[in-house]
């Protein structure tokens, strides 16, 4: 089992920057393709960003791409994403997810696919 702990939300003005970190348990980390999701109030959770479990693919949503970066240190049991150029709408809670996929550069947007969750973090971007 893996057990997930998201963190570095916080309130950030329009156009500013946070760093979301994800730290897992366990010793099987880089088993796992790892994603963000995120859920504004009122509103369905959606993909954010997903990486392989070695790191070496990426997918991103297109309301995201090019603001966003997601990467993972897998010596570190840990998952990030970088976010930039921050959004009113960017508002919401961000939550990490562990998927056991298939393929070594598998990755996947779909929420069903993926077995672990954690709690949140809350990124509240100011108008």
């Known amino acids: 089992q893996v057990q997930l702990v998201e963190s570095g939300g916080g309130l950030v003005q329009t156009g500013g920057s946070l760093r979301l970190s994800c730290a897992a348990s366990?010793?099987?980390?880089?088993?796992?393709?790892m994603g963000w999701f995120r859920q504004a109030p009122g509103k369905e959770r959606e993909f954010v960003a997903a990486i392989s479990r070695n790191g070496a693919a990426t997918y991103y949503a297109d309301s995201v791409k090019g603001r966003f970066t997601i990467s993972r240190d897998n010596f570190k049991n840990t998952v990030y994403l970088q976010m930039n150029s921050l959004k009113f709408e960017d508002t919401a809670v961000y939550s990490c997810?562990?998927?056991?996929?298939?393929?070594?550069?598998?990755?996947?947007?779909?929420?069903?696919?993926?077995?672990?969750w954690g709690q949140g973090t809350q990124v509240t971007v100011s108008s």
């Open positions: 366990g010793r099987t980390f880089s088993s796992y393709a």
């Open positions: 997810a562990a998927a056991r996929l298939q393929y070594t550069m598998q990755i996947s947007p779909q929420a069903l696919d993926y077995d672990y």
